[in-house]
């Protein structure tokens, strides 16, 4: 086992604390690298982050490369592509994975072009496999698979030529494993020069937004598409999600109607979601809409086409209009509490 031969992933941090993005990258690396007998490797920049390195071990990684200054505190993108791209060179690994955030997305194809390889972004899948050619055959390599052509289709991307094979991933798709506190890893503090020059970029204030939806985390989510017909009458999503405890979902084609705003928006464009119960009230279930919940542990749908797609993965089907069902669910529920 080499480094030359580690799976690494970008370990995105805010204050010192880590991105779960990250950590779910960090868990999917370890079930790529023990696929083909490799260590797990992170860089993580920023200021004061030893505790944040080492809090990443237990989920699998052997080595937590940090690089560490009081001006990297922020993200700043010319500063971070040096010191990332200097960590990556220095130890060659086979494959680097980053979030698909803003700062990944912006990261991630400024060290692509530094290190003059491939980059695909958005993945929503990795695997390890064999890629032939008419010439050659290249033993495991990263599939990068993600919808292509508005989704109508899955495809499978491969850089084999030139490492490190890089992807950006969907926040959400992969799960998250149980910390191994008693696993043994380590962290490399690295000593990248950064010169004055590269410091273009100056942060004057910083204003956070506090997410209002939190989709990702909610165990129950009650989704309105088109079939709920109004604005008004997405009271009725809210209601209901309200009497579950729940979070509110949407489809697209629902936000972009108006009825409600794009952060509830659930979906290949939206956000993946793996709740306990999803409720989807007039969504007919297009693949864009299914990439973001069909891994949900129970599906109810409502829906007044008993042909709708949304029942192909639904648990429970209720053909019916979502104007008359939900209003009895919530009595239902209403009276249970
Ligand atoms: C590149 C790309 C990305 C996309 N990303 C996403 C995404 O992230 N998320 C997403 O959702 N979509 C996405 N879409 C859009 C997607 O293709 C669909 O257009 C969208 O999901 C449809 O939303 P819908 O099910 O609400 O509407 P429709 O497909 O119009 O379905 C409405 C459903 O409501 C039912 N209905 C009508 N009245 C009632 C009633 N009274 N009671 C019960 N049922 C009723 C109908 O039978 C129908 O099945 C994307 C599309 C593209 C091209």
């Known amino acids: 086992m080499t480094t ?6 970008f370990v995105q941090q805010d204050d010192g604390n880590v991105a779960e993005v990250s950590v779910e990258l960090i868990c999917k690396a370890r079930e790529l690298a023990d696929r083909v007998k490799a260590q797990v490797s992170a860089v993580l920049v920023g200021s004061g ?16 490369y940090t690089v560490d200054s009081r001006n990297l505190a922020h993200y700043t993108p010319v500063p971070y592509t040096k010191a990332v791209t200097e960590v990556v060179k220095k130890h060659s690994p086979q494959i680097v994975l980053y979030g698909a ?13 530094a290190l003059r390889v491939g980059l695909t972004a958005d993945c929503t899948d990795l695997q390890i496999g064999d890629h032939q050619t008419k010439e050659q055959t290249y033993e495991n390599i990263l599939y990068q698979i993600r919808p292509a052509f508005g989704g109508n289709i899955i495809a499978t991307i491969v850089s084999p030529e030139r490492k490190p094979q890089m992807a950006t991933v969907r926040e959400g798709v992969m799960k998250m494993r149980e910390p191994d506190p008693a696993y043994k890893g380590e962290v490399v503090p690295e000593n990248i020069e950064l010169g004055p020059e590269l ?8 204003v956070k937004e506090e997410k209002l939806v939190n989709l990702k985390g909610a165990q129950v989510v009650v989704a309105g598409g088109v079939g709920v017909g109004s604005k008004e009458n997405f009271a009725l999503i809210h209601q209901l999600a309200h009497v579950l405890g729940g979070e509110v979902g949407a ?13 509830h928006q659930v979906g290949q464009t939206g956000t993946t979601v793996r709740p306990r119960l999803y409720i989807a009230c007039g969504i007919s279930g297009s693949v864009q809409h299914r990439a973001g919940m069909d891994e949900s542990a129970r599906i ?3 829906n007044t086409d008993p042909e709708a797609p949304i029942f192909q993965v639904a648990n429970y089907g209720i053909v019916g209009d979502l104007k008359e069902v939900v209003p009895r669910f919530i009595k239902a529920f209403r009276a249970k509490v």
């Open 101 to 113: 955030t803003t700062t990944g997305r912006d990261l991630a194809p400024r060290i692509a072009s």
């Open 251 to 263: 489809s697209r084609a629902a936000v972009d109607a108006g009825y409600v705003g794009k952060d």
């Open 49 to 64: 982050v030893q505790k944040a390195a080492e809090s990443l071990i237990p989920y699998g990684v052997d080595r937590v």
């Open 199 to 206: 410091f273009t970029s100056e942060i004057i204030e910083r």
């Open 300 to 302: 109810i749908a409502i």
């Open 4 to 9: 030359k031969n580690s799976v690494m992933v």
